[in-house]
Structures are given as C-alpha cells and as structure tokens.
C-alpha cells in the first residue's frame, strides 16, 4: 500500500497548486495482482463541495423546512 500512500500525497499536492481542496477524493483500490500497486486516487471535479457559507444556507434551508413540516 505505499503507493497508496504516495498517491494520496501527490493527489494532496495537486489539490493544492491547482485550488482544488473543494472537490472529494475518491481512493480507488486496484484488484491487479502487481505488488507495487495498490491503487490510485481521484479528484471528483465534477462536484465541487459546498463552501462553509453554502454548507451553512443549506443547513439554514433545511432545518426550515422541518419547521414548516411540523407546524
Ligand atoms: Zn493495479
């Protein structure tokens, strides 16, 4: 599993320069039988995470809507 561990650190590295550190990682096992592979890691850009304030709007808007439901 070191190359995990490298390509964890690396994926760190690139979420880093290229601003990124709003996007999941996913860790993706590899089955193969190599023993220097353990897998690799993936930046899901296609779903940018909410940022603090939308995380908060969003937990704003829900706990509303669950007052709303009980009323
Ligand atoms: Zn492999």
Redesign the pocket.
Known sequence: MYDLKKSEERTNAIQKREGKQNFRVYTVI?G?T?LT?GGWHIIDESRPLPTKEEYEAILKNHNQTKKNKNA
């Open positions: 590899c193969c190599c592979c």
